[in-house]
């Protein structure tokens, strides 16, 4: 079985050396990994305002976490190229 793992947040806060992340929502399940990326985008245009957001990613380098992977769910929306 497989695990799908998005964490979206809206920035984060020093607090000495630590960092906090603001608003974090999970979005974790076991359905295909083409559902998974319809989810995070559905789950992000829902929301967010796209056309303002800034959209940083990260991976574990996995075979579903690729740079193109990240660019699916966000491309329509300008934000990813």
Known sequence: MEVH?????EGWDMNGKRVSIRQPKVIMTTVSSDAFWKEVQ????HH??????QIVTNSDGGKD???????KPFHNHGILS
Request: without cysteine; charged residues 20%; positive net charge.
């Open 48 to 53: 967010y305002s796209l056309e303002k957001a």
């Open 65 to 71: 976490t690729q740079q193109r992977s990240f660019k």
């Open 42 to 45: 559905a789950f992000a245009a």
């Open 5 to 9: 793992h998005a964490i979206v947040y």
